[in-house]
């Protein structure tokens, strides 16, 4: 049984705020990094944030900075990334994944560099 990663995309009004979560015990791996990425149809992936363990440093992209915020509950194992103001731009597949080395950097990241990857969670933002 696979057991769902991402949770809590939907339809949503512009300016509106939703709540995406990532049950990063599934992964089962001692992971250090936990970034989200997104992707609209016909356009390239784009990692949005992404947030690090051991100091819960974190990196958003231009698009969404002062908008979203990431956030980890270690004892949970869980890392959410909360949405808002959100606009029509931000509709896509959100994925969450995981690497166990893996160090995010304020300047960017790189799907390539994680190992681990969710099945993706739709967000729509319409009107």
């Known amino acids: 049984q696979v057991q769902r990663v991402e949770s809590g995309g939907g339809l949503v009004q512009p300016g509106s705020s939703l709540r995406l979560s990532c049950a990063a015990a599934?992964?089962?791996?001692?992971?250090?990094?936990i970034g989200w990425f997104r992707q609209a149809p016909g356009k390239e992936r784009e990692g949005v944030s992404c947030?690090?363990?051991?100091?819960?440093?974190?990196f958003y992209a231009d698009s969404v900075k002062g908008r979203f915020t990431i956030s980890s509950d270690n004892a949970k194992r869980t890392v959410y990334l909360q949405m808002s103001s959100v606009k029509p731009e931000d509709t896509g597949v959100y994925y969450c994944?995981?690497?166990?080395?893996?160090?995010?950097?304020?300047?960017?990241?790189?799907?390539?560099?994680?190992?681990?990857w969710g099945q993706g969670t739709q967000v729509t933002v319409s009107s």
């Open positions: 947030i690090n363990r051991s100091d819960g440093s974190t």
């Open positions: 994944a995981a690497d166990a080395d893996y160090y995010c950097s304020e300047y960017g990241i790189d799907g390539a560099d994680f190992g681990s």
């Open positions: 599934a992964f089962d791996l001692d992971y250090h990094a």
